[in-house]
């Protein structure tokens, strides 16, 4: 049988990102910050070797990349097609993550209300962990055969990981599990993770200018 059959695709996962250098320094400079008094506050555990430090979306320092961030997880969900003309994007929370040796982020979502969530690169060695996103139909996950080649991206891939890259901002749907796979160098590993909530205009309280503008 010839026959070529027209073919819909429906229903993406859908991965954005954009390298935006522009941040680097001031988000590097915050973190840090933050990370030393964290530092001053506990020990590196052996079995869980990562700093995780408070949010970072107070400190006022951070308002232009949490208003690009806001901005930019409105501007998605507009695009996917959400009514979001009454809505506004927030912060459910934005921390840095510093990944020793041997540490790795196990596969999760984030609920809670968050419909955008992201990742912000400072500090990435060299080998890097790698950024995984996994298929979030879980029926399709179950029932999978096995794949003809693991290394090619296809409709049967359950599984797509990314380098990481300083600089390098991304966002997917909040319903998207994510995981880091170990860092297995000596230098570590510091990025900024942002979970985006949205609530209705007249509910939005501007937390040090997470509130996007509606454009
Ligand atoms: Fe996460």
Not at 172 to 178: G, L
Request: charged share 25%.
């Amino acid at each position: 049988m010839s026959d070529k059959l027209t073919i819909d695709t429906h229903f993406p996962t859908l991965i954005y990102k954009i390298e935006k250098p522009e941040f680097l320094e001031v988000a590097k400079k915050v973190s840090l910050e933050f990370l030393e008094k964290r530092k001053q506050e506990t020990t590196l555990d052996e079995m869980y070797p990562c700093y995780m430090t408070e949010p970072l979306n107070f400190d006022s320092r951070m308002l232009d990349f949490a208003n690009y961030v806001a901005q930019t997880a409105w501007n998605i969900l507009k695009e996917q097609g959400y009514e979001v003309e009454n809505i506004s994007t927030y912060f459910e929370a934005m921390w840095c993550q510093e990944h020793h040796k041997n540490s790795l982020m196990e596969q999760h979502i984030h609920g809670n209300g968050n419909q955008i969530v992201g990742f912000y690169f400072l500090d990435v060695p060299d080998p890097a962990p790698r950024v995984v996103f996994y298929y979030q139909r879980l029926s399709k996950v179950q029932i999978s055969l096995l794949e003809k080649n693991k290394n090619d991206l296809t409709i049967a891939s359950n599984i797509i990981n990314y380098d990481a890259k300083e600089g390098m901002l991304m966002f997917t749907n909040a319903y998207v599990p994510h995981s880091f796979s170990r860092n297995i160098s000596d230098k570590p590993m510091r990025f900024i993770h942002f979970n985006v909530q949205v609530k209705p205009n007249n509910f939005i309280i501007n937390n040090c200018g997470s509130k996007a503008e509606i454009i």
